[in-house]
């Protein structure tokens, strides 16, 4: 495609291979949503139920196939002075007009088939009340990096521009000149590997165990599935040999995830912003400027900490819909990359600036009555008439005592003219930065209790999310609520 302004408001059709990419999504989804019909076939093929499946199945690929065909030779897209214009049906025809200024982000990103074939992946975010992100499957990169320059180019002559576009590609990006912050080796990765969250990759193994076991009575007969679930939960070592695999597996899969998602990671620093690159197979690339990213966070949990690294989130600006993909995630962020990101977003940052508050001690009961004792005494209520055992259920009160405290002492949040800092958590940690001119609304929420404490929440509301500070001082919140919003409002800074 010619960067020539004639050559853009000719309508034109992606490159054929997005009809591969849409195929290879329509097998994928298949895949996601019909895997038990699969293995039960592959274990019991002459059932005549998964037969029928099967005929359906292939009945399905069949209609997605012609449906991707048509698609793909029904879409067609053109650049005007202003917009964007997209058609696309064959019986039911729908007109897309995007305009220039409501582009948030441009970004490529690649998968293996893209790669094969030197393609990207063109994706736009656009501002909305409910939000939007628009997609076109494949490109070449000469394509691809003229439209964005066309973008770029007229969006920069709009009288009326208010908002920055974010930009990433896979090459020319002059963001991606900047200064190298963070690079994953692999011992990196498996840190990372090890210290992800394997009870949620547990769960999911289980989902997936269950989902099997469904059909069960399909393989065996009655005799041999009772007697098979009667040597797994008729000994104490079986079921201890099968939780021991169980985490296992749940710790390799996360391992193969991490690698596979964030295999050579790149975070650079230019003065436009940052630019994260990573994956394996798909390789994805986000970018976000600085007066876009709305809030830094930062988490650990004890085997993070142990190792010195922390997963840092640069929440952005973005529409509703899209505030969770718009968040930049870096995995592996050690203190000197934080400290660095954490001094471009909030200019001239000293803690000598800021004063320390902690939260109301109250929070401790409130978290022991309604996560401790509560449920202690449901479990023993229901169980008590069968067994005397149900007591135990009573020592989880003080197990939750014990986590509050602990709650309570890491709860501290700090306030400076120009904005606030709190960390909190349990056993990990976790620590927020917010600008006082990037805040949209501020809430404050009283309970019953809160109410005859003389307590409040407070509820800082941005456009990439929300910061809460719990078990305050009443008067103290409303001071803050004021201050806050005189703040906002003489604000010389732009939010976005």
């Not at 049906?89 to 200024?101: A, E, Q, S, W, Y």
């Not at 005799?223 to 201890?240: H, R």
């Not at 966070?297 to 997963?311: A, D, M, V």
């Amino acid at each position: 495609m010619s960067s020539n302004p004639s050559s853009f408001q000719e309508e034109k059709r992606q490159s054929p291979v997005a009809i591969l990419i849409i195929l290879q999504r329509l097998f994928v989804m298949i895949i996601k949503s019909a895997w038990p019909v699969f293995v039960f076939y592959f274990i019991n093929p002459q059932s005549k139920f998964e037969y029928i499946m099967t005929l359906i199945g292939i009945g399905a690929v069949a209609l997605s196939t012609v449906g991707s065909l048509i698609s793909y030779f029904t879409f067609y897209f053109r650049l005007e002075e202003t917009e964007l214009v997209m058609r696309s049906g064959l019986i039911n025809k729908t007109f897309r007009t995007i305009p220039f200024d409501r582009i948030q982000t441009i970004s490529f990103t690649q998968n293996i088939i893209h790669r094969v074939f030197n393609v990207v992946q063109l994706d736009l975010d656009t501002a909305g009340s409910s939000g939007s992100e628009l997609a076109i499957k494949a490109l070449s990169h000469q394509e691809a990096n003229a439209i964005k320059a066309y973008i770029l180019d007229r969006k920069a002559t709009l009288p009326t521009q208010t908002e920055a576009i974010e930009i990433s590609n896979e090459a020319d990006n002059p963001v991606q000149q900047g200064r190298l912050l963070l690079h994953l080796s692999v011992p990196d990765l498996l840190k990372i590997g090890v210290s992800q969250n394997h009870l949620r990759t547990v769960g999911i193994m289980l989902a997936f165990i269950l989902g099997l076991s469904q059909y069960a009575d399909e393989l065996l007969s009655k005799e041999k599935e009772e007697a098979i679930w009667l040597f797994i939960f008729g000994s104490a070592v079986i079921i201890a040999l099968l939780t021991v695999l169980l985490f296992v597996g749940a710790f390799f899969l996360s391992l193969l995830n991490t690698v596979l998602r964030y295999y050579d990671l790149s975070l650079l620093q230019s003065d436009g912003g940052y630019t994260i690159t990573a994956g394996l197979f798909t390789k994805t690339e986000q970018s976000a400027q600085h007066q876009k990213i709305q809030l830094l966070e930062w988490r650990n949990n004890p085997i993070k900490r142990l190792f010195g690294i922390s997963t840092l989130y640069l929440k952005q600006a973005a529409s509703a819909t899209l505030k969770n993909k718009s968040t930049l995630v870096v995995p592996g962020c050690y203190l000197p990359q934080i400290e660095a990101v954490r001094d471009s977003y909030f200019s001239n940052f000293n803690k000598d600036d800021f004063k320390e508050y902690v939260i109301s001690p109250l929070v401790i009961g409130r978290i022991v009555l309604y996560l401790g004792v509560v449920p202690a005494l449901i479990f023993c209520s229901i169980n008590f008439m069968k067994t005397w055992w149900a007591l135990l259920f009573l020592a989880w009160i003080p197990i939750v005592w014990m986590l509050a405290r602990l709650y309570y002492k890491k709860w501290r949040y700090a306030i400076s003219p120009k904005g606030i800092y709190l960390t909190k958590g349990f056993l990990g940690q976790r620590a927020a930065i917010l600008r006082w001119y990037k805040v949209q609304s501020v809430t404050l929420k009283q309970s019953p209790f809160q109410r005859r404490k003389d307590l409040a929440t407070l509820e800082f509301s941005t456009a990439g999310g929300n910061l809460t500070v719990p078990y305050i001082p009443l008067a103290h919140a409303k001071e803050l609520k004021d201050y806050v919003l005189y703040a906002v409002e003489q604000s010389k800074e732009k939010w976005m």
